[in-house]
């Protein structure tokens, strides 16, 4: 079967970074619903159009394509005293809106001090260029339902595969 709207796409995946560095990867097949459904990125989405299983691909994303340029306005500084006192520390990561906005987005701690907190709402890959590889397991026709819901169901009738 041939890749093409509302066929389900399995795949292994590797995402390396401007130097070559791994910064993602998967080693059991992952499922997405190919088509727009936002399921993966347009670009990789669009090479894998017409394809089958077997082949192996290879994109180049630019920031544009993939997590998006690094926005500083992104970054803020916070008083401590806005934190829970138990258990902060660098890395961890919360939801929260900008300033001003409806749409939350997921901020990692990035510096602590005994006064503030910095915080980074930008995806940890913002502002990079990446080459995505890919090989891909299986091709299937979405059942009815995923199609209604715009996503893969397991094996079990529902939930989400990312």
Known sequence: MEISRDAV????YCV????GKIVDETQEPISYLHGGYDGIFPKIEEALQGQRAG???SVELTPED???EYDSTLVRSEPRSA???ELL?????????PEGEDDFLV???TKLTDSEV????NHPLAGMSLRFTCTVTDVRPATSEEIHHGHVHDDHGHGHVH
């Open 9 to 12: 796409v399995s795949l292994t």
């Open 16 to 19: 390396r970074d401007e130097k």
């Open 55 to 57: 082949v192996n691909i």
């Open 66 to 68: 993939a997590f998006g």
């Open 83 to 85: 934190f829970p006192a």
């Open 89 to 97: 520390e660098v890395g961890m990561q919360f939801e929260g809106s």
């Open 107 to 109: 901020y990692t701690v």
């Open 118 to 121: 910095v915080v980074d709402g």
